[in-house]
T-cell receptor
Framework: GAVVSQHPSRVICKSGTSVKIECRSLDFQATTMFWYRQFPKQSLMLMATSNEGSKATYEQGVEKDKFLINHASLTLSTLTVTSAHPEDSSFYICSAIGTEFPGNQPQHFGDGTRLSIL | GNSVTQMEGPVTLSEEAFLTINCTYTATGYPSLFWYVQYPGEGLQLLLKATKADDKGSNKGFEATYRKETTSFHLEKGSVQVSDSAVYFC?????????????FGQGTILTVHP
């Protein structure tokens, strides 16, 4: 149980393109989803916390207009990288916490999306 | 604030060797503690967890004990396999107003040779 699916797994596109990444909880409802960015051989950097039906909370230094997050349902959150540039190339990972789980439960992670901007 | 510190890597071992990856934390209150594993090109998988002092998390031969007196959550395995090669992350969850938010250590790369 507690499966999180992330799509696409890899995307390559031209500079200036907007890219949408989907994060779905397949077998549970997720009140909260998280979006991370990971640079090579580094730890995860939290970008934003997404709660269903409300605006995302962004971490300091993360551009809200560059990284648009929508959490329209209890099973789906999307991250859109707008007007992507080569410096946005990275590994993006989402995670989710379910409504049924009590506090202090683990996050369940998707398999990540490798974004390459040419 | 909360922080998690892991031992520096990379760690290189021979198959069947004993593994320890140190992890210490600072937090206000009593966090839950987790170990996650990341295989190349993939997301993170929960390896084990402990939610209160003296709890021992275990899974797939890995163990870690929540030590409040030393604020530690060291990961151990008695006999590693080549398939254990991955990056290991220690993390804490402060709960409360930061519900669900994880603080990660920097990750430790483990390579196991046959």
């Amino acid at each position: 149980g507690a499966v999180v699916s992330q799509h696409p797994s890899r995307v390559i596109c031209k500079s200036g393109t907007s890219v949408k990444i989907e994060c779905r909880s397949l077998d549970f409802q997720a009140t909260t989803m998280f979006w991370y960015r990971q640079f090579p051989k580094q730890s995860l950097m939290l970008m934003a916390t997404s709660n269903e039906g409300s605006k995302a909370t962004y971490e300091q230094g993360v551009e809200k207009d560059k990284f648009l997050i929508n959490h329209a349902s209890l099973t789906l959150s999307t991250l859109t990288v707008t007007s992507a540039h080569p410096e946005d190339s990275s590994f993006y990972i989402c995670s989710a916490i379910g409504t049924e789980f009590p506090g202090n439960q683990p996050q369940h992670f998707g398999d990540g999306t490798r974004l390459s901007i040419l | 604030g909360n922080s998690v510190t892991q031992m520096e890597g990379p760690v290189t071992l021979s198959e069947e060797a004993f593994l320890t990856i140190n992890c210490t934390y600072t937090a206000t209150g009593y966090p839950s503690l987790f170990w996650y594993v990341q295989y190349p090109g993939e997301g993170l998988q929960l390896l084990l967890k402990a939610t209160k002092a003296d709890d021992k998390g275990s899974n797939k031969g890995f163990e870690a004990t929540y030590r409040k007196e030393t604020t530690s959550f060291h990961l151990e395995k008695g006999s590693v396999q080549v398939s254990d090669s991955a990056v290991y992350f220690c993390a804490s969850n402060a709960g409360g107003t930061s519900y669900g938010k994880l603080t990660f250590g920097q990750g430790t790369i483990l390579t196991v040779h046959p």
